[in-house]
């Protein structure tokens, strides 16, 4: 079994309530992981999923080793069969095989390419780890998803709800870089089994991947699916259609305090690196309303819930 989806979770509800018991007693699984290793290999930075992750497997008395693969290790050559006369040293094949010889479960993250589309919603190099490994992958985030993010998402959403069924408006914002929809696709995707009123907002052009905003509410006009939302979850991607461009600047869409006057007195989300006053203002990231430490706070749990249903296997 592996972690790199939604749709590896027979029960994506008993693992949010696996969740939410950890974070009550999070020393309470500690002999599952004595004498286990887990191995986390970055190919981007990190220090959310990175130190997160971390934590929660010293939490289940596990080691762990770290490799940031992009700046330390070996150039990794990821297509079958070719000369390596280049400048790759090493294939993927040989490192995940001896990876799986020193780790019980191998966490990864990759990342789009954002110029390749297919390649990215393929998932290449998660599927070649997939492929060569003997033991249990996790996504640390891929190309396209980023489920352990969603995890502590859908946490966060449940701890701070009033109403049953909140109004969750997934809300694209500015940014100065193209960036992944990674994010934004594996929130929808969790959200759709949330008990939640999921809107997803962006401009023309930046419409998630169908599979992903099909029976989804999308509407183009932002103030119009603010309106009494009780979430407000905002996030920069770049376009899916037009692969990997950021379009214009499109400032309007920032949140600040008159958008969020819109809202049901709605709380704040954001994934976390956020660059200021580009994709929300000052006064909404730090306004009382806003949920972003504790969005950080429960990635370490969802990963704990994660990794325990791995050892438990
Ligand atoms: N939210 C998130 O994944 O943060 P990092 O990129 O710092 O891990």
């Given at each position: 079994?592996?972690?790199?989806?939604?749709?590896?979770?027979?029960?994506?509800v008993q693992?949010?309530?696996?969740?939410?018991?950890?974070?009550?007693?999070?020393?309470?699984?500690?002999?599952?992981?004595?004498?286990?290793?887990?191995?986390?290999?970055?190919?981007?930075?990190?220090?959310?999923?990175r130190?997160?992750?971390?934590?929660?497997?010293?939490?289940?008395?596990?080691?762990?080793?770290?490799?940031?693969?992009?700046q330390?290790?070996?150039?990794?050559?990821?297509?079958?069969?070719?000369v390596?006369?280049?400048?790759k040293?090493?294939?993927?094949?040989?490192?995940v095989?001896?990876?799986?010889?020193?780790?019980?479960?191998?966490?990864?993250r990759?990342?789009?390419?954002?110029?390749?589309?297919?390649?990215?919603?393929?998932?290449?190099?998660?599927?070649?780890?997939?492929?060569?490994?003997?033991?249990?992958?996790?996504s640390?985030?891929?190309?396209?998803?980023?489920?352990?993010?969603?995890?502590?998402?859908?946490?966060?959403?449940?701890?701070?709800?009033?109403?049953?069924?909140?109004?969750?408006?997934?809300?694209?914002?500015?940014?100065?870089?193209?960036?992944?929809?990674?994010?934004?696709?594996?929130?929808v995707?969790?959200?759709?089994?949330?008990?939640?009123?999921?809107?997803?907002?962006?401009?023309?052009?930046?419409?998630?991947?169908?599979?992903?905003s099909?029976?989804?509410?999308?509407?183009?006009?932002?103030?119009?699916?603010l309106?009494?939302?009780?979430?407000?979850?905002?996030?920069?991607?770049?376009?899916?259609?037009?692969?990997?461009?950021?379009?214009?600047?499109?400032?309007?869409?920032?949140?600040?305090?008159?958008?969020?006057?819109?809202?049901n007195?709605?709380?704040?989300?954001?994934?976390?690196?956020?660059?200021?006053?580009?994709?929300?203002?000052d006064?909404?990231?730090?306004?009382?309303?806003?949920?972003?430490?504790?969005?950080?706070?429960?990635?370490?749990?969802?990963?704990?819930?994660?990794?325990?249903?791995?050892?438990?296997?």
């Amino acid at each position: 079994m592996n972690f790199t989806s939604i749709n590896d979770i027979s029960s994506p509800v008993q693992l949010l309530e696996l969740a939410k018991q950890i974070k009550l007693k999070p020393f309470d699984y500690r002999e599952f992981g004595q004498n286990k290793t887990l191995g986390l290999l970055f190919f981007n930075p990190s220090l959310r999923t990175r130190l997160s992750t971390q934590k929660a497997a010293n939490n289940l008395g596990m080691d762990v080793i770290v490799m940031n693969v992009g700046q330390d290790g070996w150039q990794l050559e990821m297509d079958e069969g070719v000369v390596m006369n280049g400048s790759k040293q090493e294939h993927i094949k040989d490192a995940v095989a001896v990876l799986s010889q020193y780790c019980d479960i191998i966490g990864v993250r990759t990342f789009a390419s954002l110029n390749d589309r297919k390649a990215d919603y393929e998932e290449l190099v998660l599927k070649q780890f997939l492929k060569y490994t003997h033991v249990p992958i996790i996504s640390l985030e891929s190309a396209t998803l980023h489920p352990l993010q969603s995890l502590a998402d859908w946490l966060t959403i449940e701890e701070h709800k009033v109403a049953h069924k909140p109004k969750v408006v997934l809300t694209w914002a500015p940014h100065v870089k193209p960036l992944p929809q990674a994010v934004a696709n594996s929130f929808v995707e969790w959200m759709k089994l949330a008990e939640v009123d999921l809107t997803i907002t962006n401009p023309i052009g930046f419409d998630l991947a169908p599979q992903f905003s099909k029976d989804v509410k999308v509407e183009h006009n932002q103030d119009m699916a603010l309106a009494q939302a009780d979430f407000v979850y905002a996030k920069n991607w770049s376009s899916y259609q037009d692969y990997g461009t950021i379009g214009g600047e499109m400032t309007d869409w920032q949140i600040t305090p008159e958008k969020m006057s819109l809202t049901n007195n709605a709380k704040f989300m954001h994934c976390l690196p956020v660059r200021r006053n580009v994709v929300v203002s000052d006064e909404v990231i730090d306004g009382q309303n806003s949920l972003v430490y504790e969005q950080a706070n429960n990635r370490t749990y969802a990963a704990q819930a994660v990794l325990l249903n791995l050892l438990q296997l």
